[in-house]
Every structure is written in C-alpha cells, then in structure tokens.
C-alpha cells in the first residue's frame, strides 16, 4: 500500500526487475517516467481523504498494462525483427561461432524474458553478450597474469567499447519513454530507423572484425587446442597497429599459426618490431617444442625472430658453427630419408662416373661420415681387386665451421679407415687447408690414372657469394672445381631460397621446408627420441641463421635448383641428367614401407620429397 501523496511506487523495483538483462536496461526510462507521470489515485480516494486499497489482481493487470504500453509500438512496427537473432549474431562474430551456440563454457542458454517476449520466431533466443561474457570468464582459468599477458593491454578497452554499444542497442530497442516520444515514434514506425540500424551494425561489425580478447582461450594439456577459434582480419605488418597485435589470442589451428608467423616477420622486415615482439609472445603460447611436428615449427621459428628482435649477439653463430651443431647435421643426414636418400644419390651418381677406374680420388669440402661409410661399402660390394679409395677433406681456413671439421677429422678418418679394412677397399685419408682461391691440382695431391670426382654435399651453401663478399668465393670455388677436370661433380642441396631473397620471401619458404622436414621426422623417430632432439636443435640454428642474421652472419644461404643451374654454368661446368637407373635404385633403398616420402626425376635432378614438397636435391656436374 502506498499512502497519499507518496511518490510512484512500482512493486517490481523490491525484486530488482526480475526480468533478465534486457529488462535491466529500462531502468533509466523507468525513471524518467516516474518524473514525468504524477501518482494515480482513485476519485473516490481523493474525495475521501483516504487510501484506495488495491487487490493482487489489479496490480498484476496494471503491471502488464504498463509493460504491454512500453513495447506495442516496436512489435507492430516490425513483426519480423528478430532481435534475438541480432544479438546472438553480435556474440556469435565476437566468440567466433559461426552460429550461436548451443552451451557456452558449459553452462546452458538462460535467455532474457524481455527478449524472449520480443522475438517472433518460436525459438528461444541465446543469452546477450553480457551473460555470454560473464559466464566465460566464471569459466575461464584463474592465472588472471597469464590471461593479461595473452590478451595484451589493448584488450580491455575493446571489451568495455563492446558492451556499451551492445547495451546501447538494447536500450534503444527496448526503451520506455514517455507518451510524447512513443506517440512519435509511432508515426514514423519504428524505434530504431534504418539509418541508426544501419550504423549500430557497422559499429558492432568494426569492433568484431578485430580479435575478441576478453574471451579465455583454454588451452588442453595433450597439446590439442580446443578453444574458440580466432577471428582475425588479413592486415600486414605496415597497416597494423600495436592495439589490434596485443589484443590477439593464441593461435589455434595451423593456418592461423602460419598467418600470425608471417605477420611477425612482416613486421620485423618493416621494423615494427613493437608489433613483432607483441606476435611472437602470442606464438610462444601456442608453440610447444615438444609436441606435434606444426608446434615444433611455431617454437622453431618464432625463437628464430625473436634471436632477430632481440639485441645483437654473437653467441648465435658460435652455436651454429660449434661441434655440436656438426654432430647434430651429421645425425640428422643418416636419420632423416630428406637428406639421406640425396646423399645416396650422389654416391651412386659417383659410382656411375668412375666404374671402369680402381684408383678412385674423392675431393669433399663437408665429409658426412653416414656418405662416406656408405659409398666404401658400394665400393667393396664390386669385388673388384685393387680398389682404392682416396679421400682429400679441404677445409677453408677463413670459414667460422673450420675450427668444428678440423676437430672431427682426425677421428673421422679413423672411422672410415676402419669400415674400409672390413669392406676389402684400400683407403688413404687426407685433410688439407686452402681458401676457395687456392685450390690447385697439385696441392690436392690428385695424380695422373685416378678417376678424380668432387663432392660439394651441403657445403656450396656455406661459401660467400658476391651477395657476401667482392671476392665471391662461391663462383671462385666453382671455377677452381672445374680446373681440375674432374669426372663428375655432385652436388646435394636443400632446396631453399634463403640466399638473395628479402626477409618476408625467405620466411616464408624457411617455414614451409622446415615444416615438412619437422612432418618428415614424425614417420622416423618418436617425439621423445634423443637423437631427434639432437637432429631438431641442429635444424633450429640453421633456421634461426637463415631468417634472423644478414650480411657476412648469415651462412645458411641455399638456394633453389634453377639458380644453381646458372651459377655452374657461368662457372663453366655443365649440367650432366641423373639416370633412371639411379632413380630407381634410390627408390629401392627406400621402400614402401615409408608413406610420404617420394624420390622424382625431373629435368635431370633427383629430388626427394616429403608429401609432394621436394626437400633436398641431388644433381650431378661436369
């Protein structure tokens, strides 16, 4: 009861308008109207002084008198409007659903009553943004620092800028106004005209075309990234603003891992490297050195140009050149069929050369021993009396890996003298020192009657071009090689661009070759295998020195066949075709028991791929 000349009261106020959040909104309506509307009390309790007593029923039937009042007008005026479609749309494009849910974080749908009444459609509407919001937080991980630092600073002012025109919409829709502002919207129609629909949904679209950061991603510990797929709009790294990278989630699929890579190295080539470092700590969520073959990538190559954003260090190419980083190449050529199936082309392109010989003179600027053993065993399979087999190891002094090989040497002669003693092959070791420019005939020790072949395996790409250096020593290397006439050059090669081609370019195939060599190393060794950890950690500092360094700290400089077609021609050596012969048998050797491996002749190069890309290359030269 409500004495006389009390203000308004309305009897849903005690229970908070318990009409769910679209009913909230029209409290600041409410008020106005409680302002402009003077308190209703019966003739017969003004005559009599008194207070007019109401039964339950008539406040009900005033309560829906009123409500009914506050949205005829919408209704009528647009009987096909589904404003719970709107809605739903609007947290659907933010959480990145292509539609609405049917649970959220594990919590069933709780539509709002108001919105319920309001929609035509005989479903039941989802719950509005707010709801969806708190409900995903409630549901989110505690580790509140973990969550900002994925989210970046930028994710707190989309969120509120969200909610406000979200709760804008809703007021507009459902507003109680007064009888003038009802009467006149009446004539036009509608509440919300096209014009203002029309501007509050590219509002809405320009908000959640960037990243919604305000929604955890959980992320499952087997390594599979179950949670809600990123949306994400194609920029690059010149049109990126440091508020839409940090607002980024975590990548969850491959090609969305891929894009956030490549967007970093855009922005490293463009020097934002605000906007890199703010990629690269999203990518580093994501990545796992130890999981599947695509988060091993992410880890490899997100390290790589984070080396890159980080301030100058020469401890990189200490690691590269260093011992371990040989034994690690060596173990990844005899584990890996990408390389070692190249590198048993080239032997048997050898052997092809110098069949009709016995005294056999191996010139080799990178020894791989897994090659070596290999090619002496073919050797003494012949059964042919007097074999012999020399081997001359060259070494430039000027070189940062000189100091690795110089130290392996010595027992790598020891090791393949022995295997040659159990293969029945007289073999006679020799390491030597000589710049690109120094190489002679007669400092080799090469001797008239011997069948003198060259091997340039996964050396070329060390040696400076005229990119590097005036000197060239690349093309100097290739003319002293075909001075000294030998039988056959072989050469075996990543096939990479990572020698002339600007920052971006080398990246993106960097990724693209890694990845199916990390893919390849699936079918070979388990995930936990030492010696792929070995061969991984020695193919990371390959990465990283392709990718982050330049000038003369750049080593790892391969490149495609094509482009190694024209160097060896310009250096005066003629391209001689891989035979079928020599295809087939590598084919042989590896089987069928290896699917995703291929071996392909084509244009007279022998190429052996992993899922249709080819890897590396082995070619043969005179």
Not at 120 to 141: C, F, H
Not at 497 to 524: I, K
């Amino acid at each position: 009861m409500e004495p006389a000349g009390a203000p308004w009261y309305d009897p849903r106020r005690g229970y908070g308008y318990g009409y769910g959040v679209g009913s909230a909104v029209l409290a600041p309506s409410m008020q106005r109207q409680q302002q402009q509307q003077p308190p209703r009390q019966d003739a017969a309790a003004v005559a009599s002084g008194g207070v007019h007593k109401r039964s339950l029923g008539e406040m009900e039937q005033w309560q829906q008198a009123l409500y009914l009042r506050a949205v005829r007008q919408r209704v009528a005026a647009h009987p096909q409007l589904d404003i719970g479609a709107v809605l739903a749309g609007a947290a659907s494009r933010a959480s990145g659903f292509s539609h609405p849910p049917p649970s959220f974080a594990g919590l069933p749908p709780q539509p709002s009553s108001t919105l319920s009444s309001l929609t035509t459609a005989p479903r039941v509407a989802p719950p509005p943004m707010q709801q969806l919001v708190q409900r995903e937080i409630m549901a989110a991980p505690s580790n509140h620092e973990a969550q900002t630092a994925a989210r970046g600073p930028a994710a707190r002012p989309a969120m509120a800028r969200e909610l406000v025109l979200l709760h804008e919409l809703e007021k507009q829709l459902l507003g109680d106004d007064d009888e003038e502002a009802e009467e006149a919207r009446s004539t036009c129609g509608s509440t919300l005209t096209n014009s203002l629909w029309g501007e509050t949904k590219q509002e809405l679209n320009s908000v959640n075309a960037t990243p919604f950061p305000s929604l955890p991603q959980a992320i499952a510990t087997n390594n599979n990234y179950n949670s809600v797929p990123m949306s994400r709009s194609p920029t690059n790294s010149s049109s990126s603003s440091a508020s839409s990278t940090l607002s980024s989630s975590p990548p969850t699929s491959a090609a969305s891992s891929r894009q956030l890579l490549s967007e970093a190295a855009a922005a490293v080539a463009d020097g934002n490297l605000t906007v890199a470092a703010a990629h690269l700590a999203v990518l580093k969520i994501a990545a796992n050195p130890r999981g599947n073959a695509e988060q091993r990538l992410v880890a490899m190559m997100a390290a790589a140009l984070s080396s890159r954003v980080a301030p100058p260090s020469s401890q990189h190419l200490v690691d590269l050149c260093s011992g371990d980083q040989r034994a690690g190449c060596q173990l990844l050529h005899d584990v890996s069929p990408c390389f070692g199936l190249a590198l048993h082309g080239a032997n048997l392109t050898i052997l092809d050369a110098v069949a009709d010989h016995r005294v056999i003179h191996l010139v080799d600027f990178d020894v791989c021993v897994a090659q070596h053993i290999a090619l002496i065993q073919a050797l003494g399979n012949r059964r042919v009396p007097g074999t012999t087999l020399k081997v001359t190891a060259v070494a430039d002094p000027t070189s940062p890996f000189t100091p690795a090989l110089a130290q392996a040497l010595a027992a790598t002669g020891e090791q393949l003298k022995r295997h040659a003693q159990q293969a029945g092959v007289e073999f006679r070791f020799k390491a030597v020192g000589y710049r690109a420019g120094e190489i002679e005939a007669s400092r080799l020790g090469c001797e008239p009657g011997e069948a003198l072949a060259v091997n340039l395996a996964f050396a070329l790409s060390r040696v400076p071009d005229e990119s590097v250096s005036p000197a060239n020593p690349r093309d100097e290397l290739l003319r002293r090689v075909r001075a000294l006439g030998p039988r056959v050059v072989t050469l075996v090669e990543q096939e990479l661009n990572t020698n002339t081609a600007p920052l971006a370019a080398r990246f993106s195939d960097a990724c693209a070759h890694y990845g199916a060599v990390l893919e390849s190393l699936d079918a070979t060794l388990g995930r936990d295998s030492v010696q792929r950890a070995r061969a991984e950690a020695a193919l990371a500092n390959k990465a990283a020195n392709a990718v982050a360094q330049e000038g003369p700290d750049r080593v790892e400089r391969c490149e495609v066949f094509g482009k190694w077609r024209a160097r060896f021609g310009m250096a005066g050596l003629r391209h001689v075709a891989v035979g079928q012969g020599v295809a087939d048998r590598v084919k042989a050797r590896l089987g069928p028991a290896r699917p995703g491996f291929g071996v392909k002749l084509e244009n007279g190069r022998l190429g052996v791929e992993w899922m249709g890309r080819v890897v590396t290359v082995a070619s043969a030269w005179r």
